[in-house]
């Protein structure tokens, strides 16, 4: 039996709805198959004021053994460092979120604004926001870049607005049956089996991006997102088009960019007016290149695969 | 009008001297989101006023050490020599160029 305890930050619930959508495991399979015993959770929780309370403190005191301690959305900060903008039982949550972690053998981020900030997070920030142990890409966050769990891990990041069900009850899974030893983390302290693909990996739209084929306005069902519509799946570490959504399909394959809402950046460029749903460029040239690849070798491979392309390739094509 | 006897009107437009901003060359996305604003507003379905304003060329402009042809542009489709920029969407040779190039 390991005992969990979920909270909420600064969040829309968004990793909450997600996560009781999970399939494989349900978020019902981890009490009934996995022996996780949800101490409370905020929609799923029975108790309310100062039962819940009680439950917290116990956690902290050590009279209820904490497992894992999951955070969904921001730490937040103001005003003027209090936290007394998101009070919880009493008190600002970030008191509660660095007892409950100290007491926590596992702490598990879910969600951007949980991991590094998110949208919250966005200049100019009016919530003083950031995650557990990021903000954006510099490590520190609320609980410190030295900060590591009583298991000897750091903050175990579950990105994505939202992360997928499925990411998060199979990493919960694995830490309550005691494999949390087979976890590797990245330099983000993503799990490594979820993020070191692309979401680009498996996307249904890899020949056009091969050919460069352009998707050139939304409904189109030929091209490639990525030349001109902002797709970031080339350079986003997310296993979106290997693990589905809902089982059966990703953004784009529905023929939606992918926002790389899997990075520390995102939202990116600060949601600046002409940023979403457009590629940046400079004098033509893509400013966000897809991972590993350079300014010089970009454009010759693009002359080179656009001058080879199929004429089916620049035709609408079922790609789902 | 089919797409050939488009592409030579145009071809003849540019041939025959049609002055159309070449430069300066759309070089951040704020100036392309510019050009594209002034398509949209100004231009509409006017021939000569789309190929002004996108600075349409019958020849390769080099900018920035890169020379930017319709042909490795990403709203070209090879086959169909056709520009697919919407607010363009005009019949193009391969080696014409304009300042909304992108790869």
């Not at chain 1, 978020?27 to 015993?37: K, P, R, Y």
């Not at chain 1, 694995?174 to 070191?196: I, K, M, N, W, Y």
């Not at chain 1, 990116?268 to 897809?290: E, R």
């Not at chain 2, 759309?26 to 231009?43: C, D, G, H, K, Y």
Request: proline fraction near 6%.
């Amino acid at each position: 039996m390991a005992n969990l305890l979920w909270l909420q930050g600064g969040a829309c619930s968004g990793n909450t709805m997600s996560f009781l959508n999970a399939e494989e495991p349900s978020a019902c399979d981890l009490v009934t198959d996995f022996g996780i015993n949800v101490l409370w959770q905020p929609s799923l929780g029975l108790e309310l004021g100062d039962e819940v309370k009680a439950i917290v403190e116990k956690c902290i005191s050590g009279e209820i053994k904490l497992d894992i301690f999951v955070f969904e959305g921001t730490v937040i900060n103001a005003p003027n460092g209090t936290g007394e903008w998101n009070r919880f039982c009493g008190r600002p949550m970030k008191d509660w979120v660095k007892e409950l972690s100290a007491a926590a053998d596992f702490v598990v981020a879910i969600g951007d604004c949980a991991t590094w900030g998110g949208i919250p997070a966005t200049a100019p920030n009016p919530s003083d926001s950031e995650g557990l142990q990021f903000l954006k890409r510099e490590k520190g966050g609320a609980l410190g870049a030295g900060f590591t769990a009583k298991s000897g891990l750091p903050v175990i990041n579950i990105p994505g607005c939202p992360a997928h069900p499925d990411w998060v009850t199979q990493i919960l899974v694995a830490v309550a049956t005691g494999r949390a030893g087979d976890l590797t983390l990245d330099e983000f302290q993503r799990p490594r089996t979820f993020f070191s693909s692309f979401t680009q990996t498996g996307c249904t739209r890899n020949m056009h991006f091969a050919y460069k084929v352009s998707t050139t306005a939304f409904g189109q069902r030929k091209g490639c997102l990525f030349y001109d519509l902002g797709c970031r799946g080339p350079m986003t570490h997310s296993p979106c088009n290997r693990i589905l959504w809902n089982r059966h399909s990703s953004k784009t394959r529905a023929g939606m960019p992918c926002l790389g809402c899997t990075e520390p950046e995102f939202p990116f460029y600060d949601l600046a007016p002409g940023t979403v749903f457009k590629t940046q460029t400079m004098m033509g040239v893509p400013k966000d290149m897809p991972e590993g690849v350079d300014k010089k070798g970009y454009i010759k491979l693009t002359a080179a695969a656009k001058g080879a392309a199929p004429a089916w390739a620049e035709e609408d094509i079922f790609v789902v | 009008m089919d797409d050939d006897a488009l592409r030579r009107e145009i071809a003849e437009k540019l041939k025959s001297g049609l002055k159309t901003e070449v430069w300066p060359r759309a070089e951040t996305s704020e100036q392309v989101n510019e050009v594209v604003a002034r398509l949209q507003s100004e231009a509409g379905d006017n021939l000569e006023k789309k190929l002004v304003i996108a600075g349409f060329t019958d020849h390769v402009i080099e900018a920035d050490g890169i020379e930017q042809p319709c042909e490795t542009c990403m709203y070209y489709k090879v086959h169909a020599r056709f520009c697919e920029l919407p607010e363009l969407m005009l019949p193009v040779e391969p080696d014409w160029s304009c300042r909304l190039w992108r790869i």
